[in-house]
């Protein structure tokens, strides 16, 4: 993952007060071009636009914007999608200004032909999906939780694309066990170096989504819980060998030693240097 940057600002006038609270970061998760979370007070976007799509949730506060000529506005269960290219503004709809996470994506989420519908309902009342993506920016915040992120993003993805698109019959999910039987093997054939759902579903031959799906369906765990719990076995193992945790760390995949304490402790109940300590 890229550097975060971040910044606070106050900027005086004499009619108002400025501030603006900013962090952004690039995350090694295929079709994110940019996380940025903001806090801004007193401050108003211009007429302009992005290359990528623009998918919205505010926290505290509200946005309001025009967007295509048309005015809409951002309360905080709702999620908005700006599609690229298409000029849009923004400002605080209340004296407080607003708090706001934003993912910006490519078009492997959502393909260009989706921009109009975009364009004609930008705000979703939807609280699946609200929830939904603010759990992709849980697992962005988390340094090696990027498995987690792009699972989670290609769910968000797949309920987006059903917002934009004309209705469908609604079919159940479709169970297939020899596809998921085949996820476990890349997971557990790749433990400790990984496997992004991209690549996965170009070497297994399938949709992410349905990647997804079909492993939850069949062994009700998401693949990437199901690669944690492997690595914490793996830990376990390496532990009561007696490798110290931060190399432990290492050898299993975990990003750092705080990441695979804080999974350790989750599902062992204990720290890894309590547990190789034989829990003194």
């Known amino acids: 993952m890229a550097a975060r940057q971040e910044a606070t600002t106050q900027e005086a006038t004499t009619q108002d007060v400025t501030t603006q609270e900013v962090t952004a970061w690039r995350p090694a998760v295929p079709g994110v071009v940019e996380v940025f979370h903001a806090h801004f007070t007193g401050y108003a976007y211009p007429m302009h636009v992005h290359e990528a799509w623009t998918l919205l949730i505010v926290d505290d506060g509200a946005v309001r914007y025009d967007l295509d000529r048309h005015e809409h506005g951002t309360p905080h269960d709702t999620v908005s999608l700006l599609p690229p290219h298409v000029p849009h503004n923004g400002s605080a709809a209340t004296p407080d200004g607003f708090r706001k996470r934003v993912l910006y994506l490519d078009t492997r989420h959502l393909p260009g032909e989706l921009i109009g519908a975009a364009v004609d309902a930008p705000d979703l009342r939807d609280p699946l999906l609200r929830r939904r993506v603010g759990q992709v920016h849980a697992a962005l915040a988390r340094p090696g939780e990027e498995l987690e992120a792009e ?60 990647l997804v799906r079909a492993f939850s369906g069949a ?28 190399e432990t760390a290492a050898a299993t995949g975990f990003y750092d030693q705080a990441h695979l304490t804080r999974h350790f402790r989750r599902l062992v109940g204990v720290t890894p240097g309590r547990y190789r300590g034989g829990g003194r």
């Not at 199901?226 to 945790?245: C, E, K, N």
């Open 151 to 210: 699972s989670r993003l290609t769910l968000v993805g797949e309920r987006l694309r059903a917002h934009l698109r004309p209705p469908t019959p609604v079919r159940p999910p479709r169970r297939d066990p020899a596809l998921a039987r085949r996820l476990r093997d890349l997971l557990d054939a790749r433990v400790a170096e990984g496997v992004t759902l991209e690549e996965a579903a170009r070497v297994l031959q399938a949709h992410p989504a349905h």
């Open 219 to 246: 062994y009700g765990i998401a693949p990437h819980q199901y690669l944690t719990s492997r690595r914490v076995d793996r830990a376990r193992r390496l532990l009561l060998d007696g490798m110290p945790p931060g």
